[in-house]
């Protein structure tokens, strides 16, 4: 394990605010063990294939297309730890990399804030360009939302939750880097804020070498890098073959400054899709592990009979919800109530996991175990599955033909497109539950499945009515009432606009007390609850397979967005 490490003691599981879409509408990953090939003994085995659920559409973290759990697994290998310099182990612990970092970054000052990273004198890319303050700053523009920085029709980040706090970035005479935020700025999360994710020394290689002073430059530079294969990272491993949405290919990365050097020769990260396929890959020896994303008791009962494969179940990163679309027929806050009073998300949970033992989710930022935990859904009787309260709604707000062919006021036929991922089992039973419950108010409901590889244009484009997904995040959870509900963040996908949302999001960060910020972001959720934007479902549980006789390493984390793999540098064959 990392030796460089701090306890979040304050930090409970659950506690969501994550970067990257995660547990998304295409994912489907499960696997059965046998006594053939991925099976077999790995002695003298030197190198892997692990299985990623679903594909890709871009090759930048940072965009809202390519915000995506699924480049973001695939590309763990590469990337600095966390993606941008730090990341939390399966006990909450978090570790900054020291293949970048000498030390801790340091507080130096809360007004302005100001955050000290020291970098390792050795920190280079795999090219063996060395890390500078301009990886940083090409980091910064990238996710600043600032049309001074980036052509934002290029830029299109994800979240703009950091970037624009920015006020600048220098470098010191004594070599450290110092991130300065704007004045007022405070952060009880500092210690997790992004670094560096982007080799800017290939912008400046490829045609973009102006792209510090050149909104326009910066913008196709940030294209570039969404459409290029990637050829070089800080992490263990280098990429060295890449295809979009399908794998990356590794070597070791001769480069690497971590202090646990990676021991496997080849990675392979492929994209394998279907419970049938992983199951025929696992069982060819294929495959030699994979982090199934839809958690499947059946088929985690057949991976236990089988002794050469490890797995473990454990409380999981990803949660699920069902989302709107708030400019369409949606637009009308009482239809969305009525919708999701209709939806019984503990009927939900039953027909997916009746062995689980889950709750539903009463909250869009921590667990029911967290003890910031508050159950704002319950008492609005969404996700209760009351068709009568849900008629009584329609009634009171002018709707007609309930039960039959349901109208608006205006005389409309209300008839909604609910998107799920293809052949994901979960998302699949969740969106004919919920067609089935909206049949019994007259709501004619369409099931139109998301293909490999498209839940990001899907929900950049907000072609949906309803849709079902889910937030993969971490340990930490200040950013994610900016994320998932402020009126201006790209990731607000189903265009939610509050103005005392945004003004209570606006006091998230504005403490360095984690209890206060807690209190805070429980303020935000008891707004928009009402609302019935997003209903939350529950908190996956997860599991990940590894064939031991393999490969050692995998374990159970469920505060990385990178889940098993988190800790890849560590992993060896046997």
Not at 401 to 415: F, S
């Amino acid at each position: 394990m990392n030796p460089k490490r701090r306890t979040l003691m304050a930090l409970t599981r659950r506690a969501l605010g994550g970067i990257t879409i995660g547990g998304s509408a295409a994912l489907t990953l499960a696997a059965c063990g046998g006594n053939e090939g991925g099976s077999g003994n790995g002695a003298g085995k030197e190198e892997i294939t692990w299985a990623v659920a679903s594909g890709w559409a871009s090759w930048n973290l940072n965009t809202s297309t390519g915000s995506n759990s699924y480049l973001q697994q695939a590309s763990t290998p590469m990337n600095p730890s966390g993606q941008t310099g730090g990341d939390f182990d399966g006990n909450a612990e978090y570790h900054y990399d020291d293949a970048l970092f000498a030390s801790e970054p340091e507080l130096v000052s809360e007004e302005p804030m100001t955050v000290k990273y020291v970098l390792n004198e050795k920190a280079q890319w795999s090219d063996g360009n060395p890390v500078r303050v301009e990886d940083f700053i090409f980091h910064w523009y990238s996710v600043s939302g600032n049309e001074d920085h980036a052509d934002q029709e290029k830029a299109l980040p994800a979240s703009t939750n950091w970037g624009p706090n920015v006020a600048d970035i220098v470098q010191q005479d004594d070599g450290s880097i110092h991130v300065v935020y704007i004045d007022g700025y405070s952060d009880p999360e500092w210690l997790f804020s992004p670094c560096l994710y982007l080799p800017s020394h290939l912008a400046d290689a490829n045609g973009f070498e102006g792209w510090q002073d050149d909104p326009a430059v910066m913008g196709e530079a940030i294209a570039w890098f969404e459409e290029t294969p990637p050829t070089v990272g800080t992490g263990p491993y280098k990429p060295v073959d890449a295809k979009m949405g399908e794998h990356i290919i590794y070597e070791i990365n001769e480069n690497y400054q971590g202090s646990i050097k990676p021991t496997i020769k080849k990675v392979t990260m492929k994209v394998v899709e279907g419970t049938e396929a992983i199951v025929t890959a696992i069982r060819n020896g294929e495959i030699d592990g994979a982090w199934p994303s839809e958690f499947s008791e059946e088929e985690n009962s057949k991976i236990a009979e089988d002794p050469a494969i490890k797995t473990e179940v454990y409380p999981g990163s990803i949660w699920l919800h069902i989302d709107c679309n708030t400019k369409g027929l949606l637009s009308d806050v009482e239809l969305r109530k009525a919708v999701f009073t209709a939806i019984d998300s503990a009927d939900i949970v039953a027909k997916n996991y009746p062995e689980s033992g889950l709750e539903p989710k009463g909250n869009h930022f921590f667990a029911n175990a967290s003890e910031y935990y508050v159950d704002y859904v319950t008492p609005t009787g969404q996700g209760t599955g009351d068709i009568a309260a849900a008629t009584a709604i329609l009634e009171a707000a002018g709707y007609t033909g309930i039960g039959d062919a349901l109208m608006t006021p205006e005389g409309e036929a209300v008839k909604l497109t609910f998107r799920y991922g293809e052949g994901d089992a979960t998302r699949t039973t969740a969106g004919e539950l919920t067609q089935a419950y909206l049949a019994e108010l007259g709501i004619e409901v369409e099931l139109k499945s998301i293909a490999d590889g498209d839940l990001g244009p899907v929900l950049a484009g907000a072609d949906f009515d309803l849709i079902i997904f889910g937030w993969s995040g971490n340990a930490a959870f200040t950013l994610a009432p900016n994320q998932y509900f402020l009126s201006t963040s790209e990731s607000n996908y189903g265009k939610y606009e509050s103005a005392a949302a945004d003004e209570a999001i606006a006091k998230v960060r504005s403490t360095f007390d984690i209890a206060e910020a807690a209190e805070f972001t429980n303020a935000v959720d008891e707004i928009v609850v009402p609302d019935a934007y997003t209903l939350p479902l529950f908190d996956e549980p997860q599991t990940y397979y590894a064939v031991s006789t393999v490969l050692e390493g995998p374990g159970a984390n469920g505060y990385s967005q990178s889940g098993p793999i988190w800790n890849i540098r560590e992993w060896k064959t046997i």
